[in-house]
């Protein structure tokens, strides 16, 4: 199998505080990776370390390597490395304007201008989040009219439309209807064979449900990490199983 | 509370109610007046024809057009100027000693006074740079005037956007030039055209920058290098030399009228823009 | 690489509001300073003798004039404006504030002509008729400055009002006082630095203001300590004799508007100061 992302010694301080502490951690491709841990575990932060959107925060210093397919995120052009791994974030937030303009934005800052192509674009995406049926009827009326799961699938589709290898997830079904979180991991079971996700959740049985492997996150420290059947069923560290079994959290 | 505490605030709310009532009773006076003896003047021969003998008689058409080109002419020069210089201090730069400078620029250059604007576009435009009284003159010399207003309210407008659009723009990729022009401008526009629009509002008004640098002369201008007389300079003209009184107050409704709408319009758009981030 | 250059561009643009004002300060200085020079300070500024075509250029008369009409109008505009403030902050109903406060700004939106013509039609005659003199006087011009710098104060106080922690009014009306006593001794100490911010840059404004002053001012060149007195102020004597000044003359009139700038801005920076300091 072949590693996409590799942290080693990962260590992220933002104004001297210890966010992150020596990160080891392989990510491989085609796989879905949860990250499950309490809040102001670090997992944010080590998702934003990823497509260095932590460098627009004050004070933060990252030491210790973080590579995606082999070269540290420092050396790749920054731009492109957004296109490469791509990011939902965990309240949807659609972009004032039409549901097609929504998915269109990734494609057009590249320079695709051709509105045949961008068509094309936007109903792959579009089917790919699985919300294609719901709006190609009114692909031009306002992406604020859509509901709460929706909205999330638009952002899924927005994300798919610039063609990334990595999606990255932060919470994403926090605030959603059951239904609207079904649908969505539903959409990461099919689109798993050709991308590659890593799962940032709060819901530890949401990350049971879908994930390949899981990593337990704690004050900033990996704990463990393995595959999710055994992180749930016979973890080896007993902060983990504290976790998963909800004596903590 | 004592019973005298609260008669002395009655009679205090009194007070301040009739001051404020006062105030408003000025304003009303000012249009009133204006209205009731300009209004009946305002007729289409008045608004297009031209002025004969130096606007005693005949209408104002020219001054009309000049008012139109010098502070159209101040909006665009200033608009670009006044946008770019709010980016800058909001997407490209963090607060520091050079932001601070930047600021204060504009701060002060808010406060100069409207004569020493016409000194100043008087010696370099008119004389220096050799533009003769002109429009051009004028208007870049009421860019200056109306740069700190656009400034300020495009920076506000700017700042209003919620950072987390800038985020989903910069996750795909976008860089920070694409994400100030296709996500933060056009989502800051009504607010910044609520200041462009006050500003044009002003280079209306103004008279004491205009009348040094753009001229007075009642001709129609053919081009912006030609000089011209502006509705408040004519309007200023025509009451101290007594020319035309009944053109005077003429000139001073239509001038009001415009004032009005334009300072009405730039409430609808901020109406519209608040009502929108909702 | 593109982008290095955007940023860099917009540096450079984002400095023309400080270049616009230094080559505002450059050019009337180049123009003014040789003059005073020339005709030496202390004959400049204190002495009274203005007769530009015999080469005196003495502009007390002048700041003199500026100083009774802009404190006449600070004392008027100053003190109605913060009464207006007071009642737009604590005694109008929510509703009717909406309202005051668009028609306010439309105050100032008013052409500054306007406000000196009517002046002239309107309160030269009155003031004439009720108190004598000629009715152009530095009561006729304090009045409509007055009134202009109404919005300025108005606005800035309202914001200095309004940025009093809640818990300041909470805690006074919480052990007893009204409102208006609250308003009285606890916000508006609250706010002072703030409210005098607002009056000092309202003062700045009607020390610069030309159109309104020339028209209902006089223009006399004399020094009266009478309200009713006509008097010219230095800006109403750059621009009246602007139009037809050369040489010289024209140099002493920049030389005037030196004194001018400077004088604002002085004041703008202390009520900016003054405005920082209660952060």
Same mark, same amino acid.
């Given at each position: 199998?072949?590693?996409?992302?590799?942290?080693?010694?990962?260590?992220?301080?933002?104004?001297?505080?210890?966010?992150?502490?020596?990160?080891?951690?392989?990510?491989?491709?085609?796989?879905?990776?949860?990250?499950?841990?309490?809040?102001?575990?670090?997992?944010?932060? *080590?998702? @934003? &370390?990823?497509?260095? !959107? $932590?460098? /627009?925060?004050?004070? *933060?210093? @990252? &030491?210790?390597?973080? !590579? $995606?397919? /082999?070269?540290?995120?420092?050396?790749?052009?920054?731009?492109? !490395?957004?296109?490469?791994?791509?990011?939902?974030?965990?309240?949807?937030?659609? !972009?004032?304007?039409?549901?097609?303009?929504?998915?269109?934005?990734?494609?057009?800052?590249?320079?695709?201008?051709?509105?045949?192509?961008?068509?094309?674009?936007?109903?792959?995406?579009?089917?790919?989040?699985?919300?294609?049926?719901?709006?190609?009827?009114?692909?031009?009326?306002?992406?604020?009219?859509?509901?709460?799961?929706?909205?999330?699938?638009?952002?899924?589709?927005?994300?798919?439309?610039?063609?990334?290898?990595?999606?990255?997830?932060?919470?994403?079904?926090?605030?959603?209807?059951?239904?609207?979180?079904?649908?969505?991991?539903?959409?990461?079971?099919?689109?798993?064979?050709?991308?590659?996700?890593?799962?940032?959740?709060?819901?530890?049985?949401?990350?049971?449900?879908?994930?390949?492997?899981?990593?337990?996150?704690?004050?900033?420290?990996?704990?463990?990490?393995?595959?999710?059947?055994?992180?749930?069923?016979?973890?080896?560290?007993?902060?983990?199983?504290?976790?998963?079994?909800?004596?903590?959290? | 509370?004592?019973?005298?505490?609260?008669?002395?605030?009655?009679?205090?709310?009194?007070?301040?109610?009739?001051?404020?009532?006062?105030?408003?009773?000025?304003?009303?006076?000012?249009?009133?007046?204006?209205?009731?003896?300009?209004?009946?003047?305002?007729?289409?021969?008045f608004l297009f024809s031209l002025p004969v003998r130096m606007g005693k008689e005949g209408g104002i058409l020219p001054t009309i057009i000049v008012t139109l080109y010098i502070a159209l002419l101040a909006i665009v020069v200033a608009t670009p100027f006044g946008v770019g210089t709010a980016v800058y201090l909001t997407?490209?730069?963090?607060?520091?000693?050079?932001?601070?400078?930047?600021?204060?620029?504009?701060?002060?250059?808010?406060?100069?006074?409207?004569?020493?604007?016409?000194?100043?576009?008087?010696?370099?435009?008119?004389?220096?740079?050799?533009?003769?009284?002109?429009?051009?003159?004028?208007?870049?010399?009421?860019?200056?005037?109306?740069?700190?207003?656009?400034?300020?309210?495009?920076?506000?407008?700017?700042?209003?956007?919620?950072?987390?659009?800038?985020?989903?723009?910069?996750?795909?990729?976008?860089?920070?030039?694409?994400?100030?022009?296709?996500?933060?401008?056009?989502?800051?526009?009504?607010?910044?055209?609520?200041?462009?629009?006050?500003?044009?509002?002003?280079?209306?008004?103004?008279?004491?920058?205009?009348?040094?640098?753009?001229?007075?002369?009642?001709?129609?201008?053919?081009?912006?290098?030609?000089?011209?007389?502006?509705?408040?300079?004519?309007?200023?003209?025509?009451?101290?030399?007594?020319?035309?009184?009944?053109?005077?107050?003429?000139?001073?409704?239509?001038?009001?009228?415009?004032?009005?709408?334009?300072?009405?319009?730039?409430?609808?758009?901020?109406?519209?823009?608040?009502?929108?981030?909702? | 690489?593109?982008?290095?250059?955007?940023?860099?561009?917009?540096?450079?643009?984002?400095?023309?509001?400080?270049?616009?004002?230094?080559?505002?300060?450059?050019?009337?200085?180049?123009?003014?300073?040789?003059?005073?020079?020339?005709?030496?300070?202390?004959?400049?500024?204190?002495?009274?003798?203005?007769?530009?075509?015999?080469?005196?250029?003495?502009?007390?008369?002048?700041?003199?004039?500026?100083?009774?009409?802009?404190?006449?109008?600070?004392?008027?505009?100053?003190?109605?404006?913060?009464?207006?403030?007071?009642?737009?902050?604590?005694?109008?109903?929510?509703?009717?504030?909406?309202?005051?406060?668009?028609?306010?700004?439309?105050?100032?939106?008013?052409?500054?002509?306007?406000?000196?013509?009517?002046?002239?039609?309107?309160?030269?005659?009155?003031?004439?008729?009720?108190?004598?003199?000629?009715?152009?006087?530095?009561?006729?011009?304090?009045?409509?400055?007055?009134?202009?710098?109404?919005?300025?104060?108005?606005?800035?106080?309202?914001?200095?009002?309004?940025?009093?922690?809640?818990?300041?009014?909470?805690?006074?009306?919480?052990?007893?006082?009204?409102?208006?006593?609250?308003?009285?001794?606890?916000?508006?100490?609250?706010?002072?630095?703030?409210?005098?911010?607002?009056?000092?840059?309202?003062?700045?404004?009607?020390?610069?203001?030309?159109?309104?002053?020339?028209?209902?001012?006089?223009?006399?060149?004399?020094?009266?300590?009478?309200?009713?007195?006509?008097?010219?102020?230095?800006?109403?004597?750059?621009?009246?004799?602007?139009?037809?000044?050369?040489?010289?003359?024209?140099?002493?009139?920049?030389?005037?508007?030196?004194?001018?700038?400077?004088?604002?801005?002085?004041?703008?920076?202390?009520?900016?100061?003054?405005?920082?300091?209660?952060?």
């Open positions: 199998m072949v590693e996409k992302i590799v942290a080693r010694d990962l260590k992220v301080m933002v104004y001297k505080k210890p966010i992150l502490q020596n990160i080891n951690l392989t990510v491989m491709a085609q796989e879905i990776l949860a990250i499950i841990g309490p809040a102001h575990s670090g997992k944010t932060t *080590f998702l @934003r &370390s990823i497509n260095r !959107l $932590l460098e /627009n925060q004050l004070g *933060f210093i @990252r &030491s210790g390597e973080l !590579l $995606l397919d /082999n070269r540290d995120v420092k050396q790749w052009d920054v731009d492109l !490395l957004r296109r490469r791994v791509g990011m939902i974030f965990a309240t949807p937030i659609p !972009l004032p304007g039409t549901i097609f303009d929504n998915v269109a934005y990734g494609p057009r800052l590249k320079g695709i201008r051709n509105m045949h192509s961008l068509a094309e674009i936007v109903e792959k995406s579009l089917r790919a989040a699985f919300l294609w049926d719901e709006v190609k009827d009114r692909l031009f009326s306002s992406a604020l009219r859509l509901s709460g799961g929706q909205q999330q699938r638009l952002c899924i589709a927005r994300t798919l439309a610039v063609e990334p290898e990595v999606v990255m997830m932060d919470e994403p079904c926090s605030g959603l209807d059951p239904i609207s979180t079904a649908q969505i991991e539903q959409a990461l079971r099919e689109l798993k064979a050709n991308y590659t996700f890593i799962l940032v959740t709060n819901n530890v049985k949401q990350a049971a449900r879908v994930s390949d492997r899981t990593a337990f996150f704690l004050n900033g420290e990996l704990v463990e990490i393995g595959p999710t059947a055994q992180i749930f069923t016979a973890p080896k560290d007993k902060r983990t199983d504290d976790y998963v079994s909800g004596r903590i959290g | 509370m004592t019973c005298r505490a609260l008669i002395i605030q009655r009679l205090v709310w009194f007070g301040l109610a009739l001051l404020t009532f006062l105030t408003l009773l000025v304003l009303f006076f000012i249009i009133g007046y204006i209205s009731a003896k300009g209004a009946p003047v305002i007729t289409p021969e997407e490209y730069s963090r607060e520091s000693a050079l932001t601070r400078i930047i600021r204060f620029g504009a701060d002060a250059l808010a406060g100069v006074p409207s004569i020493i604007f016409g000194l100043f576009g008087f010696i370099l435009f008119v004389i220096r740079l050799k533009m003769g009284w002109s429009i051009l003159a004028g208007g870049l010399t009421l860019a200056m005037m109306v740069l700190p207003t656009i400034i300020r309210t495009s920076e506000e407008a700017i700042r209003a956007i919620p950072y987390q659009f800038r985020e989903v723009s910069y996750s795909l990729g976008g860089t920070k030039s694409q994400t100030v022009w296709r996500v933060v401008l056009p989502n800051a526009l009504p607010g910044i055209l609520t200041g462009v629009i006050l500003s044009l509002g002003r280079s209306v008004a103004e008279t004491a920058a205009v009348i040094f640098t753009a001229g007075s002369t009642l001709r129609l201008p053919r081009t912006i290098l030609d000089p011209g007389r502006t509705m408040a300079v004519h309007f200023y003209i025509l009451a101290r030399e007594g020319l035309s009184m009944e053109r005077a107050y003429g000139t001073a409704f239509l001038l009001i009228i415009v004032i009005l709408l334009i300072n009405a319009f730039s409430y609808l758009l901020m109406f519209r823009l608040t009502r929108r981030l909702k | 690489m593109r982008e290095k250059l955007i940023e860099k561009g917009l540096l450079l643009v984002a400095l023309s509001a400080l270049g616009s004002l230094l080559l505002i300060a450059l050019f009337i200085f180049v123009e003014g300073v040789p003059l005073i020079v020339k005709v030496g300070i202390k004959n400049f500024v204190a002495s009274t003798h203005w007769a530009p075509t015999k080469g005196s250029f003495g502009i007390l008369p002048m700041i003199i004039g500026s100083v009774q009409v802009t404190l006449l109008a600070l004392v008027l505009g100053g003190g109605l404006g913060i009464a207006v403030t007071m009642f737009l902050a604590e005694f109008a109903p929510r509703w009717s504030v909406a309202i005051l406060k668009p028609m306010i700004e439309l105050l100032a939106g008013i052409p500054s002509v306007v406000y000196g013509f009517i002046g002239v039609m309107v309160l030269v005659p009155w003031i004439r008729r009720s108190f004598g003199g000629p009715g152009f006087s530095i009561l006729a011009a304090g009045i409509v400055l007055g009134i202009m710098i109404l919005p300025t104060v108005i606005a800035i106080s309202l914001d200095a009002l309004r940025a009093v922690p809640l818990s300041y009014k909470e805690g006074s009306l919480a052990l007893g006082a009204t409102r208006w006593q609250t308003l009285y001794r606890v916000m508006l100490r609250a706010a002072k630095s703030g409210v005098i911010a607002s009056l000092i840059l309202a003062m700045g404004r009607a020390i610069g203001e030309t159109m309104a002053v020339i028209m209902v001012a006089g223009n006399a060149l004399l020094i009266s300590a009478s309200p009713l007195a006509p008097v010219r102020t230095l800006t109403s004597n750059i621009a009246l004799e602007m139009g037809y000044a050369a040489g010289d003359h024209q140099k002493a009139l920049f030389a005037t508007g030196i004194v001018l700038f400077v004088i604002v801005a002085l004041l703008n920076t202390i009520a900016i100061l003054t405005m920082r300091e209660r952060k």
